[in-house]
């Protein structure tokens, strides 16, 4: 009869594990699932350049097998980190592309990816893309004809192309 009592009540503790695990993948899936929507409708940044960038979706497999108890740790913090906009929705963040075309603009002759990363961290220090990112998305920017890529020697530099067709700094 004891044999029987200890055996339900491991029975029982074994259940409550399991509940606890069934709930953290039910937090894990939802997660997922929100990750996995902004990354679909997220269609304006190549896809090469998307999800490379901390904090976005689009890792490889092994990564996302590593990311796993990450994100169910995560789930259970409460509240999500995103900034609030007016009337409880989650501000969406300015896209990295729009980001370094806007400092393109901002400069009359063509800027290597170095120096366009170092101005993004500066004037934006909650964005800390790798040198990849920046180059991935700069490329991006140049295959939808919205920059020029110029190479000086060893160098590649860019340029925002004007509306006009007319490239600033020269050709």
């Known amino acids: 009869m004891e044999q029987a009592a ?3 009540e491991d029975n029982r503790r074994q259940q409550k594990e399991l509940q606890r695990q069934l709930d953290a993948l039910r937090q894990e899936e939802k997660l997922l699932l929100d ?3 902004l990354a679909e409708h997220s269609t304006t940044v190549p896809e090469q350049a998307r999800g490379t960038e901390p904090g976005t979706a689009g890792t490889d497999a092994k990564e996302k097998s590593t990311s796993r108890p990450r994100a169910v740790r995560a789930a259970g913090r409460g509240p999500s980190r995103k900034a609030k906009a007016p009337g409880g929705r989650a501000a969406r963040r300015p896209l990295l592309g729009d980001l370094l075309l806007d400092l393109l603009k901002n400069h009359d002759e063509p800027r290597p990816a170095k120096e366009l990363r170092e101005e ?5 220090p909650d964005r800390v893309p790798t040198p ?14 919205l920059i020029q890529r110029h190479k000086q020697d060893r160098s590649v530099m860019y340029t925002p192309i004007a509306s006009g067709g007319v490239v600033p700094g020269g050709h």
Request: net charge negative.
């Open 6 to 8: 200890s055996d339900l």
């Open 35 to 37: 990750i996995l929507n």
């Open 120 to 124: 993004l961290i500066e004037t934006h």
């Open 132 to 145: 990849q990112v920046v180059r991935n998305t700069l490329e991006g920017l140049v295959a939808k004809g």
